[in-house]
């Protein structure tokens, strides 16, 4: 996973510097926000000077997924308050993919903080050589911005394969999607993550079945 946050940060440090702004706000924002995908939209909203209160707004809109999230991260795990503090920083959608996920479960909170310190490392580390690097990418290579989106669709498969069989999880989270899609266009992501755990619910009240991955 850590590897895989290479070709990432290059491409965030990429763009920085193809917005016209300093190689600095790469690293700055990999150390300080670190919040891989609202921070390829904040490239955008800081380079058009946007407001405050709608960076703010989009912040809470990208990262309310966190709040699903902390239902089953293992941060009871983690011992004293400024391991909590960090670790709590440093949630992000691979930290909570590999710390959920079935061998994770048995991770002591050292090995949890690790992680995320090493993911964080990598991530900001690559944002900087990449915003360094940037200007010896030519104007004409696009795509750099679906990078993360990629890192997404490959989280997603994995997540399939480890069900073992629980078809109905994922069947949930696509209908959840489509739904959201079609009702809540403007609040897709929200929406769907709460059409997704009122599916959850549903099924565990009508089936008495706990998702083992949800």
């Known amino acids: 996973m850590g590897l895989a946050f290479i070709p990432l940060g290059l491409a965030f440090g990429a763009l920085v510097t193809q917005s016209g702004l300093d190689w600095w706000w790469a690293g700055l924002s990999a150390a300080l926000v670190f919040a891989g995908s609202f921070e390829f939209l904040l490239i955008g909203l800081v380079a058009a000077a946007a407001p405050l209160f709608s960076i703010a707004a989009t912040a809470f809109m990208v990262n309310v997924r966190h709040v699903f999230y902390s239902l089953s991260f293992p941060l009871d ?26 061998r994770g479960r048995s991770w002591p909170g050292q090995r949890i903080l690790w992680v995320q310190g090493l ?57 959840s999607a489509l739904f959201a899609r079609l009702l809540f266009p403007g609040e897709l992501l929200l929406a769907a993550f709460a059409l997704f755990t009122v599916g959850l619910l549903a099924r565990h009240v009508t089936t008495g079945r706990t998702p083992h991955h949800a």
Request: aromatic content about 8%; proline content about 4%; some cysteine.
């Open 119 to 175: 993911l964080h490392l990598y991530w900001a580390g690559s944002a900087v050589a990449g915003a360094l690097l940037g200007s010896l990418i030519p104007e004409s290579v696009t795509g750099l911005d679906f990078a993360l989106t990629a890192l997404f669709a490959v989280l997603a498969l994995e997540a399939c394969r480890d069900l073992r069989g629980d078809l109905p999880t994922p069947v949930i989270a696509l209908l």
């Open 77 to 102: 795990r983690v011992g004293g308050a400024l391991g909590k503090g960090y670790s709590t920083f440093a949630l992000t959608d691979e930290a909570y993919a590999l710390t959920s996920g079935e």
